[in-house]
C-alpha cells in the first residue's frame, strides 16, 4: 500500500530530485510559492514521495540525484500522516505552485516581505487597505514605519 513519506533534498535541488524521482515513477509532491522574478519552495530542503514500503525499491531514493537522504528512525522511512498530504494537495495548483488565495492575512498578523526594496524585512500588518494591498509596520533602521504593500509580497511567519 502506497504512503507518503519526507525526503530531505541537498540544498536548492527540489527540483532536480523531484525529477528524478518522478522518472523512477515516483509519485512526488514538491510545493513552490510564485513571486514577480521567481519562485521559491513552500518547505525549503523537502519534498514529499509516496511508495509502497513493502516493496524493495523505496532504498534507491537516497541514490537519487539531488536528494540527500528519506527521513526515518533506524533505517526505516516514517510514513507522514495522510491529512497533512490531503491538506497539500488542497492549497496547491495541477502544476505544485500554491494557491494565490493560500494566504489569507489579517490585522495584526505577522509578515516576512518576500519581494521588492523591502524583501526580508519582517512586519505587521496594520490593517487591509483592498483586495491586493495591505497597511504594514516595520522596523525601518530602528524607527517604525509604515508602508503599503502587495499582499502577493508577503509570506506569513
Known amino acids: 500500500m502506497h504512503q507518503w513519506y519526507v525526503v530531505k533534498t541537498k540544498p536548492k535541488q527540489e527540483r532536480r530530485a523531484s525529477l528524478n524521482l518522478r522518472n523512477q515513477n515516483f509519485n512526488v509532491i514538491s510545493p513552490f510559492i510564485r513571486n514577480k522574478i521567481s519562485c521559491e519552495p513552500l518547505f525549503p530542503s523537502y519534498i514529499f514521495v509516496s ?11 537516497n541514490n537519487s540525484y539531488g536528494v540527500l537522504k528519506l527521513l526515518g528512525f533506524n533505517g526505516i522511512p516514517k510514513k507522514l500522516n ?21 494566504f489569507d ?26 483586495n491586493e494591498r495591505v497597511k504594514l509596520m516595520i522596523d525601518f533602521f530602528e524607527r517604525k514605519t509604515t508602508i503599503t504593500i502587495k499582499e502577493d509580497d508577503l509570506l506569513p511567519i
Open 105 to 130: 492575512f489579517k490585522t495584526d498578523q505577522n509578515v516576512q516581505i518576500n519581494d521588492g526594496p523591502f524583501k526580508g524585512f519582517f512586519a505587521k500588518i496594520i490593517n487591509k487597505l483592498s
Open 51 to 61: 511508495f509502497d514500503i513493502n516493496k524493495n525499491l523505496w532504498p534507491k531514493i
Open 82 to 102: 495522510i491529512n497533512f498530504i490531503y491538506y497539500l494537495k488542497e492549497i496547491i495548483d495541477q502544476d505544485g505552485y500554491v494557491n494565490k488565495n493560500f
